[in-house]
């Protein structure tokens, strides 16, 4: 799958692109995940991971890894290169996480972000996403709190045929 929108490739993440993901990870994480844990939701068939791609040199931008359970799909890890940020490449990569889901629409989304980070926070909102609760001291650097989000699914009857 890959679709062009503004200047921006959406597919599916494979193995050859682990270095470039892992060079955003450490960019924007004080606890990235390692190699393994990508490579792990690369290979799980209930894991979706898209990325972002510069359609003219082919550079990852940004990425998206989302596993499902049983009545939702939880987002996993949403990164941008540093010097892309502030783009919409991550409400893109949402944008185009809901196209690929949506013939399940009976699944809702979930994630946990931190407290502190007003950006992702306003970005999930604006992609349908609103606190439902708080995790104490979620995350394992600092003891962070990290805020529940849910985006609802859609009704089945609220859903346009393609």
Do not use: C
Not at 13 to 29: P, T, V
């Amino acid at each position: 799958m890959s679709t062009t929108a503004n200047r921006v490739d959406f597919r599916r993440l494979e193995l050859r692109d682990l270095n470039a993901i892992e060079k955003i990870e450490r960019a924007s994480y004080r606890t990235p995940w390692s190699r393994s844990m990508f490579a792990g939701e690369l290979a799980k068939p209930s894991s979706i991971s898209l990325g972002a791609f510069d359609p003219e040199s082919s550079e990852l931008l940004g990425y998206l890894i989302i596993s499902r359970y049983v009545d939702a799909w939880h987002v996993m890890n949403v990164a941008v290169a540093p010097k892309h940020r502030r783009k919409h490449i991550a409400a893109g990569l949402l944008e185009q996480l809901f196209v690929v889901t949506a013939g399940e629409g009976r699944r809702g989304y979930t994630l946990e972000v931190r407290v502190s980070n007003d950006v992702a926070i306003n970005l999930y909102e604006k992609a349908g996403f609103k606190a439902r609760g708080v995790r104490r001291g979620y995350y394992t650097d600092n003891r962070e709190d990290a805020l529940i989000m849910w985006r609802d699914p859609e009704p089945a009857q609220a859903r346009q045929p393609s």
